[in-house]
């Protein structure tokens, strides 16, 4: 059946309203920004005001952060609502104050506001960016309010400073501002935001005159005031186009101007491009390039032209899109309404000489289908049509096997007709020829139907109408009925040809979709850089049958010359140095471009709205060239990959900036630990060492052996502790290796129980053996290492005399076990889950241990492959268990 006149989406306007959706659903917190073009605009005012009428509904909301500036109206917004406590954070020997990140997330409110949005956290906190704090509450489903002007966008920071002269260090990328639910301008015209300067309501007086001969002059705000009324229309028009597409609208809502400019392969359409990015920027309006694809085949010069158009077109700005369709007017007016344009650009077009004689050209088409759109015609009509356009416009695209299957269909009909004459008249056999025809057009293309009609008409002629076997035709009936056989199977022919044509295109524009969509749905299940990378280069290089490269934006903003893991070419110097080109161009580049052809690949700049953030390279095998269609395709693959490592670029400043955090936890806590730890054994030996070096020892054999032993004790201690330091370093380092060798479990249980009585004298200890089979292939270093540190915990966290019973169960062919038991205090019911952690002590343990044995013994147990566990008995007391597999 006809395809529906209705509005469809595509891809790219699809995945959006489905990312959208998803986000929506996915447990997140929403996004609310107040934006301006400068300080003093009100921002942090508005966003107080909305905060107490969300208190007033009854809503859950805090302030995290709100920095007020000394203005009184602000300050006095505050008093009514929870403020959150700041982080106070040592630094150069200054207190700084900073979000309270981890204080958020205890509290988890409905809404919290989290003020100045592009500020720098100091570097000790989790986080680089306070937009990264942001980040992460959204990510916990808690919704922020947040505020910043437009100078500090990623997109528009570099206008700013050719217009201000003014360097913004701290910058937000539009990726996070995409993310936002809604956008609140919070907007004042420019003589009024200079007089609330000059009052000293927004800075202090010797700053307020500073930034009046600078910043906050006339002409800048004006230029600024342009540049957030501008986002802020591009981010409403662009949430209107998400309604539009989740609610099927296809009316056209002239809230803004549109324009779509038809692009053809034609020399002309450059000046046609030219012309309507022109007229775009005149209006101030958004603009699209839109080549319709008719299916019909082009040949390389026109391939080549039509190229250089749409990507003439991309680099001036607008929104490209290629679409599959049966006809050029039906496919703009679609499209045009689907997009909400209100203003359609074409070229003059020569008139084909069907288009002369009925006198209604493709101009007269489109306005009598546009309705309300506006309609405007460009160019003067310099080319002429070649000699073989008609044939052309046929579309006579179908293979020669086609043309074999229908003109052999056609003589098997003839021939089966011939058998059968004597048993039917020959007016029958004009339906057998025409149910033939109308069968060939489901499976064959326009020029087989019409080669078959033809082929027809005459074998009916000569084989069928009297008399036989001429080309003569006696009766009058018998040249009409000839005749009107053969336009009923040329039209109904042609009907055919036009539905599977029809049906061409919608499975095109599916697969495209599907594509697309999978390709989408792939980069969002990746959890990594990485694998985001992998992916990509796996998915582009199947679908389009090409070996793929991608090199990746280095942490120094210069581009990594080695492609990334994955790749599936490797690039040469010349071929690195057109990459290279493509990443500070921020253009296409290579082989079928005008920069740099003689390249081996074609390399396309992987950009998100932050900015370039690498390198893909694409070589296709005999050194093909992608048809538009398919570059098309390309175009969005690499807009949805740049987005995605984006947000992988900025996961992995996350994670390493909460490595950093953790690495500066650990740091502290090591040295507390061993400032405090260090101290007793120092000064234990410093004193005994003092003691004797008076002479009051000299007579007194007993108290200086006594002496001799808190030195040695002591010096013990100094040994665990430095130990456990390294073994944990070396640990997290992966660099311990075991030495197995084949021990008595016995032996080893009986010599660390030795050792630990001589340390701890005042607790009881015994041992416990079950079994035939305690040999056993193990470190043995290391695993009286387990046991040591697992005795030594039983003792320090108890009083003196408590019994500590080492259990060994070894039985032939069975795990080797080994319980550690004590009848004290046991551990404390919330440190069951955290005993095995770094730095994890009993609240009510003595002095002495830096936290790391049981986590040390716990590492070495599973380089053997086994587990341990802890709980507590029932009678009382810790009880830990060791299970090792045999080897």
């Known amino acids: 059946m006809p395809e529906s006149r209705e509005s469809r989406p595509d891809a790219d306007q699809l995945l959006s309203a489905i990312r959208k959706a998803e986000s929506d659903q996915a447990g997140k917190g929403r996004l609310r920004i107040f934006f301006g073009m400068a300080a003093g605009v009100g921002k942090t005012y508005a966003m107080l005001r909305t905060a107490h009428r969300m208190k007033n509904d009854g809503i859950d909301v805090v302030v995290g952060f709100v920095e007020t500036h000394g203005r009184r109206q602000t300050e006095t917004l505050l008093t009514g609502l929870e403020l959150l406590p700041r982080a106070k954070i040592p630094y150069q020997n200054v207190t700084l104050e900073e979000f309270d990140i981890e204080a958020a997330l205890a509290r988890r409110p409905q809404w919290i506001i989290v003020d100045e949005l592009p500020h720098t956290n100091a570097p000790t906190q989790r986080h680089p960016k306070r937009y990264q704090d942001i980040l992460e509450l959204l990510d916990a489903g808690i919704n922020v309010m947040t505020a910043f002007n437009v100078q500090h966008l990623e997109s528009v920071a570099d206008s700013v400073e050719a217009i201000t002269n003014v360097h913004v260090h701290e910058r937000v990328p539009d990726?996070?501002?995409?993310?936002?639910?809604?956008?609140?301008?919070?907007?004042?015209?420019?003589?009024?935001?200079?007089?609330?300067?000059?009052?000293?309501?927004?800075?202090?007086?010797?700053?307020?005159?500073?930034?009046?001969?600078?910043?906050?002059?006339?002409?800048?705000?004006?230029?600024?005031?342009?540049?957030?009324?501008?986002?802020?229309?591009?981010?409403?028009?662009?949430?209107?186009?998400?309604?539009?597409?989740?609610?099927?609208?296809?009316?056209?809502?002239?809230?803004?101007?549109?324009?779509?400019?038809?692009?053809?392969?034609?020399?002309?359409?450059?000046?046609?491009?030219?012309?309507?990015?022109?007229?775009?920027?005149?209006?101030?309006?958004?603009?699209?390039?839109?080549?319709?694809?008719?299916?019909?085949?082009?040949?390389?010069?026109?391939?080549?032209?039509?190229?250089?158009?749409?990507?003439?077109?991309?680099?001036?700005?607008?929104?490209?899109?290629?679409?599959?369709?049966?006809?050029?007017?039906?496919?703009?007016?679609?499209?045009?309404?689907?997009?909400?344009?209100?203003?359609?650009?074409?070229?003059?077009?020569?008139?084909?000489?069907?288009?002369?004689?009925?006198?209604?050209?493709?101009?007269?088409?489109?306005?009598?289908?546009?309705?309300?759109?506006?309609?405007?015609?460009?160019?003067?009509?310099?080319?002429?049509?070649?000699?073989?356009?008609?044939?052309s416009r046929l579309n006579l695209t179908s293979t020669r096997r086609q043309y074999v299957f229908a003109i052999l269909a056609t003589g098997i009909?003839?021939?089966?007709?011939?058998?059968?004459?004597?048993?039917?008249?020959?007016?029958?056999?004009?339906?057998?020829?025409?149910?033939?025809?109308?069968?060939?057009?489901?499976?064959?293309?326009?020029?087989?139907?019409?080669?078959?009609?033809?082929?027809?008409?005459?074998?009916?002629?000569?084989?069928?109408?009297?008399?036989?076997?001429?080309?003569?035709?006696?009766?009058?009936?018998?040249?009409?009925?000839?005749?009107?056989?053969?336009?009923?199977?040329?039209?109904?022919?042609?009907?055919?040809?036009?539905?599977?044509?029809?049906?061409?295109?919608?499975?095109?524009?599916?697969?495209?979709?599907?594509?697309?969509?999978?390709?989408?749905?792939?980069?969002?299940?990746?959890?990594?850089?990485?694998?985001?990378?992998?992916?990509?280069?796996?998915?582009?290089g199947g679908f389009f049958n090409a070996r793929v490269s991608m090199n990746l934006r280095e942490k120094n903003g210069k581009l990594d010359l080695k492609p990334a893991e994955g790749s599936t070419r490797k690039l040469s110097p010349k071929e690195g140095s057109v990459a290279f080109w493509v990443f500070e161009h921020k253009k296409p580049a290579g082989r079928h471009t005008d920069t740099l052809p003689l390249s081996a690949g074609t390399y396309y700049p992987l950009i998100s709205t932050g900015g370039i953030v690498g390198v893909l390279g694409l070589r296709l095998p005999r050194r093909g060239q992608l048809r538009p269609d398919q570059e098309e395709i390309l175009f969005a693959f690499v807009n949805h990959a740049a987005i995605t490592i984006e947000r992988d670029f900025l996961a992995s400043e996350r994670r390493r900036a909460r490595v950093a955090e953790e690495s500066e936890k650990l740091h502290a806590a090591i040295l507390n630990s061993i400032s405090h730890e260090l101290r007793t054994p120092i000064a234990v030996i410093r004193g005994s060492v003092s003691t004797m070096q008076l002479k009051s020892t000299e007579n007194n054999p007993a108290a200086r052996s006594a002496l001799l032993t808190e030195v040695d004790i002591a010096a013990r201690k100094l040994n665990v502790l430095v130990s456990n330091l390294l073994d944990m370093s070396r640990i997290e380092a992966g660099k311990i290796r075991l030495s197995r060798t084949l021990s008595d479990l016995r032996d080893l249980v009986r010599e660390t129980l030795d050792k630990t009585a001589e340390e701890f004298p005042e607790a009881q200890f015994s041992s416990e053996f079950a079994g035939d089979a305690f040999s056993y292939l193990c470190d043995y270093a290391l695993l009286q290492q387990v046991l040591s540190n697992l005795i030594a915990n039983a003792a320090i966290h108890n009083k003196a005399g408590t019994k500590v019973v080492v259990s060994c169960f070894a039985h032939k062919g069975a795990p080797v076990k080994l319980y550690v038991a004590d009848n004290g205090v046991g551990i404390p019911e919330d440190m069951l889950d955290s005993v095995f952690e770094k730095f994890v002590r009993s609240p009510g343990a003595i002095p002495g241990g830096t936290g790391l044995g049981l986590t040390i013994a716990k590492s070495i147990v599973e380089l053997h492959g086994g587990t341990i566990t802890a709980r507590n008995n029932i009678e009382g007391g810790a009880f830990f268990e060791i299970e090792l597999p045999r080897v």
């Open 413 to 540: 009909t003839t021939i089966a007709g011939f058998i059968l004459r004597g048993y039917m008249e020959y007016a029958a056999m004009s339906l057998v020829y025409l149910s033939v025809v109308l069968t060939l057009g489901l499976f064959v293309g326009r020029g087989p139907l019409i080669v078959a009609a033809t082929i027809s008409a005459l074998c009916w002629d000569y084989v069928f109408i009297p008399p036989y076997y001429t080309f003569y035709i006696a009766k009058f009936h018998d040249y009409l009925t000839l005749a009107l056989y053969f336009v009923v199977a040329m039209v109904m022919g042609n009907l055919m040809a036009r539905l599977r044509q029809r049906e061409q295109v919608l499975m095109s524009r599916e697969e495209r979709v599907a594509a697309v969509y999978n390709f989408s749905r792939l980069l969002s299940r990746s959890t990594s850089l990485d694998e985001t990378v992998f992916k990509t280069i796996e998915f582009i």
């Open 175 to 391: 990726s996070f501002v995409d993310i936002a639910s809604d956008i609140e301008l919070v907007d004042l015209v420019p003589e009024e935001l200079i007089k609330r300067l000059e009052e000293g309501k927004i800075y202090a007086p010797e700053k307020a005159e500073q930034a009046a001969n600078n910043f906050f002059r006339k002409g800048n705000l004006t230029a600024l005031r342009e540049m957030a009324l501008h986002f802020t229309a591009n981010f409403v028009d662009n949430e209107l186009q998400d309604y539009r597409t989740l609610k099927n609208i296809g009316n056209k809502w002239k809230t803004a101007e549109r324009l779509l400019v038809a692009v053809s392969p034609s020399q002309s359409g450059e000046n046609l491009i030219r012309m309507a990015r022109q007229r775009a920027f005149e209006l101030k309006g958004r603009w699209l390039a839109v080549y319709i694809d008719l299916g019909r085949p082009l040949t390389l010069t026109a391939q080549k032209t039509l190229l250089q158009n749409l990507n003439l077109a991309r680099e001036l700005g607008a929104e490209v899109l290629q679409v599959r369709d049966t006809d050029v007017v039906s496919g703009l007016v679609r499209l045009a309404r689907q997009k909400n344009a209100t203003q359609i650009i074409i070229g003059k077009t020569p008139q084909t000489l069907w288009q002369k004689i009925t006198g209604r050209s493709m101009l007269d088409r489109l306005m009598a289908a546009s309705g309300d759109l506006e309609i405007h015609v460009s160019g003067n009509v310099k080319e002429q049509r070649p000699a073989n356009n008609f044939i």
